[in-house]
Structure formats: C-alpha cells, structure tokens
C-alpha cells in the first residue's frame, strides 16, 4: 500500500458548548474573534446571527503553529476539527485551543468535560490487491457479469468489486460513527489501482488496518 493524500482527518469531541460558558460570561462573538486572531481562518462567522450553535458553523482556512488548513466546526454538543494530516494533528490541535480559551477567555473547561470521542479517517492510496479475491463468490460474480453484459452489450467490459462496506446496525444508534469503507477511486481508471477509504479510526490505525487488509488478500490469493 502506498498512501496517496490524507483527504480529511477529523476529531470530534462530545461537549455541550453551554458547558463551556455557564454563565454566559464570554460572548460567542468575542470568542470567534479571538481564534480568528489566533489561527487566522480566512472564512468565519462575523456576524451575530451567523454564531447559531444548533444549526452548528465553521471556521475555516486555518493555521495552528506547524498544523494547517485548519477546520473548526462548532455545534450545541460537540467540536471538530479538521486536518489534511491526521486525526492526531486535529486532536492536539483541539487540545490547545480549548486551553487557549481557558487561559484568554476563562471559559469553564477541563479534560474530563469530553465524555465522548470520534474519529474519520478519509485518505486515497495505490496498491495491486484485488478486491474480487476478498472470497471466491465475488470473484464468481465478477466473472459472470463480465461473460453475460459482454453478450448483452456487445462490448468488452471487465467487471471487478468496486468497493466494500463495513457498518453497524445504524438502527442501533443515532449520529454514531462512520462506516469503514474501501473504495475504488471515483473518476481514476481500475488500471492504476487507486483507491479511497474512510474509517472511524485516527489515521495511523486507519492505514494499518488498510494494510493488514492487504496483507489478507495476498495471502487468498496466492495459489495453492
């Protein structure tokens, strides 16, 4: 596997934003513009009505020491951030701005306020494994369509698994974490084995687990 871009890298931490500010003693405004100073995004809230935390808004284009492209998004029970490094970048990102605002603007806040956590991992990479050899039966199937829509359609078609899905029972839970997915890479020829993926992990496990993933198929694959 070689990894091709990190597409969005994303903690997200479970926090009542009323939590933050019993007492209504900050202004959201006055808040906003302190990062906008500190991080320097370049698209942000500026007015009042703008600051709308049950429709949730963003705070993009910004830069955090050696962190950039920086996205924080602010909604009534939680925050994330985003990254095009990794989910790791992204939470220490967080981590300090929440001390930041602790020390600047007095807001209530300690580590323990998080109950809750999540991660999205989306990325793009090469590699030369072949999805069909996940199991003989999509390997099957492939080979069926590929024989019977070349009869139909009169041209030479090659089917092959574009993508596959992991995901829990979403009836089970509402808002939870994203689903795993490996994907063929939208608009990119088969032939140069791009792929995209996305998992609710932080990114270095992400990449692992794509890589263990595989190492899985080219072990099916090799002959008996």
């Known amino acids: 596997m070689k990894l091709s871009a990190v597409t969005l890298a ?24 302190g990062l906008v100073q500190k991080c320097g995004f370049a698209k942000y809230p500026q007015k009042y009505e703008e600051l709308d935390v049950a429709k949730g808004f963003i705070l993009e284009g ?4 050696e962190i950039k492209n920086l996205q924080l998004h602010v909604f009534a029970y939680g925050l994330a951030v985003d990254t095009l490094s990794s989910t790791a970048d992204s939470e220490a990102a967080l981590d300090k701005l929440l001390w930041w605002a602790f020390e600047t603007f007095k807001i209530h806040y300690n580590a323990d306020m998080i109950k809750r956590k999540a991660y999205l991992s989306q990325l793009s990479f090469y590699s030369d494994f072949d999805l069909n050899m996940v199991n003989e039966a999509v390997k099957s199937v492939s080979e069926i369509l590929t024989k019977r829509v070349n ?30 997915t490996i994907e063929r890479r939208a608009d990119t020829p088969f ?25 899985a198929i080219s072990r099916v694959s090799k002959p008996k």
């Open 151 to 180: 009869e139909i359609f009169g041209m030479p078609l090659a089917y092959a698994l574009a993508g596959t899905t992991w995901m829990y029972d979403a009836t089970s839970i509402k808002n939870g974490p994203s689903p795993f």
């Open 62 to 65: 910004g830069k955090l020491g």
């Open 191 to 215: 032939t140069e084995n791009k792929y995209f993926s996305q998992a609710p992990l932080p990114t270095e496990e992400h990449i692992k687990l794509l890589e263990d993933f595989e190492l």
């Open 10 to 33: 994303r903690y997200i931490a479970f926090i009542e934003i009323w939590d933050l500010n019993p007492r209504g003693a900050v202004r959201f405004l006055d808040l906003v513009q």
